[in-house]
């Protein structure tokens, strides 16, 4: 099994309709973390966790939010999905350092229409 | 705000050709640095880091990676690219967030390799 796994692997969904991206770890890790990508800019980062009760706004937070149910679970969610929301979507996770980079899951291609 | 770029947005090369991508960093304090690569379709896979120490670093499937401190730089480098080296290259480095000392990766823009057979 993957270290950090991202549900669903691929999304099509339709503008103001709401959508959960979900993404499990079995590193052990503290720190969870989710970006999106898209061509020619690189990986964004939008939330990030350090524990349960502690997340954090990333670059470009708004229009997304999230859920932290457990040490290993971080959900990433658009309430009212728009078009410019399509990309792929990662969620990674990190020791509290970072100093070994970060693991990331298999990514969410998610289509907004 | 510390930054991270990648001057190449797209590379072109023939196999066996020699490859080096640029990467160079804002950041004046201590960091460590990464290389990632992406195939297509797949997620990023860590391709080689650097901590301390020797600043020539070897990775996997031949790749190396220069660290110059005085230019801020971390040069992706193989001597001799393969048709199966076609993916985009993250380069990253770890800043510390802007509170405590707790860190976060900053990555470049990528820059996409397309190497023909």
């Known amino acids: 099994d993957a270290d950090v796994t991202q549900t669903p692997r691929n999304r099509i969904t339709k503008t103001g309709k709401r959508i959960m991206l979900e993404c499990s770890q079995t590193?052990?890790?503290?720190?969870m973390y989710w970006y999106r990508q898209d061509p020619g800019l690189g990986l964004r980062l939008i939330y990030y966790?350090?524990?349960?009760?502690?997340?954090n706004k990333g670059e470009i937070s708004d229009g997304y939010s999230v859920s932290r149910q457990a040490q290993a679970k971080f959900s990433l969610s658009l309430e009212s999905a728009i078009p410019n929301q399509t990309a792929l979507y990662f969620c990674?996770?990190?020791?509290?350092?970072?100093?070994?980079?970060?693991?990331f899951g298999s990514g969410t291609r998610l289509t907004v229409v | 705000a510390q930054s991270v770029s990648q001057h190449n947005h797209h590379v072109i090369l023939s196999e066996a050709a020699s490859l080096e991508l640029g990467c160079n960093y804002s950041?004046?304090?201590?960091?460590?640095l990464f290389w990632y690569v992406q195939y297509p379709g797949q997620h990023l896979q860590l391709l080689l880091k650097?901590?301390?120490?020797?600043?020539l670093v070897k990775g996997i499937k031949g790749f190396e990676a220069e660290f110059i401190k005085s230019k801020f730089s971390f040069n992706l480098r193989k001597p001799s690219v393969q048709w199966s080296d076609t993916a985009e290259y993250f380069c990253?480095?770890?800043?510390?967030?802007?509170?405590?000392?707790?860190?976060?990766?900053?990555f470049g823009s990528g820059t996409q390799l397309t190497v023909l057979p």
């Open positions: 650097y901590f301390s120490g020797d600043p």
């Open positions: 990253a480095v770890n800043v510390p967030f802007s509170s405590g000392s707790a860190r976060q990766l900053t």
């Open positions: 966790s350090f524990d349960v009760k502690d997340i």
């Open positions: 990674a996770t990190s020791e509290r350092t970072a100093v070994y980079g970060y693991t």
């Open positions: 590193k052990g890790h503290d720190r």
């Open positions: 950041y004046g304090g201590t960091v460590n």
